[in-house]
């Protein structure tokens, strides 16, 4: 049995400005994908440079950054925000739906799209395999703050299972690291590996879809519904699960429009 370890969510002291671990854990997310991207850029025929590298995940920092808070505020937490307007913009303190940060990187690849006049999905499949690394730090920083815990182990001999003091004193599943090998580590490696060779376009997006929405549909039934939310649907369905089922029916139906394009052409 494991005891959670109380971490202090300040990594950094400089005088009045406090750097949180949450923060480290963004950069260590856009530096990763940056670092990658440049790698993927400096390949023969990637049709990339690394200044657009910079450029793209500028864009698409901000979709995250923007589009994660916006969709933790409408998704899960909209009284919240009415009787506490301030608190949006104290992202600090935790509160980013990988869903609405998704939603906007998706906007913001529009937009580099339009100002490069580049394809929408050429963009996408590019930038799909950087992503994993940082859902990675993402949901380190998660186990980092102490939050998004998991449910209570139903065999109290479990090796890993954690005691969170500041929850209760039950046994549970450490379900960010879950989440962090699942989301980060395993998607990682299948999305470089299909990616590392040519695909139909869009394929490699649609690969992200079925992958990510997979793994969070299958982790959230270790990870604790939220106490405001509980479950959704049938009884048994949370809030991450009926937003990532869509994502799931999106990919296969990008995947099989992708290679039925392929046999076409």
Not at 166 to 174: S, T
Request: glycine fraction near 12%.
């Amino acid at each position: 049995m494991l005891i959670y370890p109380h971490i202090n969510p300040i990594a950094l002291s400089l005088g009045p400005i406090a750097v949180h671990w949450y923060g480290v854990m963004y950069l260590c997310g856009f530096a990763s994908g940056w670092a990658l991207g440049s790698y993927r850029a400096r390949q023969a025929a990637s049709g990339w440079t690394s200044d657009e590298v910079g450029d793209v995940i500028f864009y698409a920092a901000m979709g995250v950054i923007l589009g994660g808070r916006l969709g933790y505020v409408l998704f899960y937490e909209p009284q919240r925000a009415l009787a506490d307007p301030l608190w949006i913009f104290r992202v600090w303190e935790g509160g980013m739906s990988f869903h609405g940060g998704m939603l906007g990187v998706f906007f913001a690849m529009w937009l580099f799209g339009k100002n490069t006049k580049r394809v929408f999905f050429q963009i996408t499949d590019f930038i799909a395999p950087l992503v994993p690394p940082g859902l990675f730090f993402g949901r380190i920083g998660n186990f980092i703050g102490g939050e998004l815990w998991g449910r209570p182990v139903t065999d109290t001999h479990l090796p890993w299972a954690m005691i969170y003091p500041h929850v209760d004193n039950l046994p549970r599943h450490p379900s960010e690291l879950y989440e962090a090998g699942a989301e980060g580590i395993l998607l990682f490696i299948l999305l470089w590996w299909f990616s590392s060779r040519p695909r139909p376009r869009m394929a490699v997006s649609a690969l992200f879809l079925i992958g990510y929405g997979t793994a969070r549909f299958c982790m959230e039934f270790f990870r604790e519904p939220d106490a405001d939310q509980g479950y959704i649907l049938l009884g048994w369905m949370t809030k991450g699960q009926m937003l990532s089922a869509p994502m799931i029916l999106a990919g296969i139906l990008l995947m099989v429009v992708a290679y039925r394009k392929k046999a076409a052409a």
